[in-house]
């Protein structure tokens, strides 16, 4: 075939133009051994194309289709608790982000001044330090900190057991 007959081919092949007896006179025309050099990219393609056509199932293919078909209408008591499991895993974590929701926009405390309403957080100007002494605000910052990082640790040691068991539970269902 000429150059220009097999790029008109393949212009309407990309196009999802072509017959069948057209795609096959490309597929025919890409395993011959002396191909148009600016068309040799396209030869591994229609090669790969080949290879996976030859490619079948196995002899007991329908039978573990059906199989496993069987399987997924039948629930195992394995998965019953899986379920379970991962419904009160949302439930919670539903209840989680209500509370973070209903703390994050809590209304800022409004104070009635001569009939006119303001808010109860002091201006810029008017905040005023309540340690007089910086050793004792450095050792109450410190002990605040060293709080918060024990509870975020304790947290975090939680968070990664339960992430390990769920982890196992995802397992033990992708193994079903």
């Not at 303001?118 to 605000?137: K, L, S």
């Amino acid at each position: 075939m000429e150059h220009e007959i097999v790029k008109a081919l393949l212009d309407k092949y990309w196009l999802a133009e072509t017959t069948v007896e057209e795609e096959k006179a490309l597929a025919a025309y890409f395993r011959q051994p002396d191909t148009d050099p600016r068309l040799e990219p396209f030869r591994d393609l229609f090669a790969y194309f080949e290879e996976e056509a030859k490619i079948t199932p196995g002899e007991d293919f329908e039978s573990r289709i059906l199989e496993r078909i069987l399987r997924e209408e039948q629930p195992s008591v394995q998965q019953r608790p899986v379920r379970r499991l991962s419904m009160s895993y949302a439930a919670a974590a539903a209840v989680i982000l209500c509370i973070g929701i209903a703390l994050m926009y809590q209304p800022k405390s409004r104070v009635s001044v001569a009939g006119t309403s303001v808010a109860a957080t002091p201006a810029a100007g008017e905040i005023r330090d309540t340690y007089d002494d910086p050793q004792q605000a450095l050792a109450a910052i410190r002990h605040a900190l060293l709080t918060a990082s024990v509870r975020m640790n304790q947290g975090k040691n939680i968070t990664k057991k339960n992430m390990d068991r769920l982890s196992d539970t995802w397992q033990k269902t992708k193994n079903l």
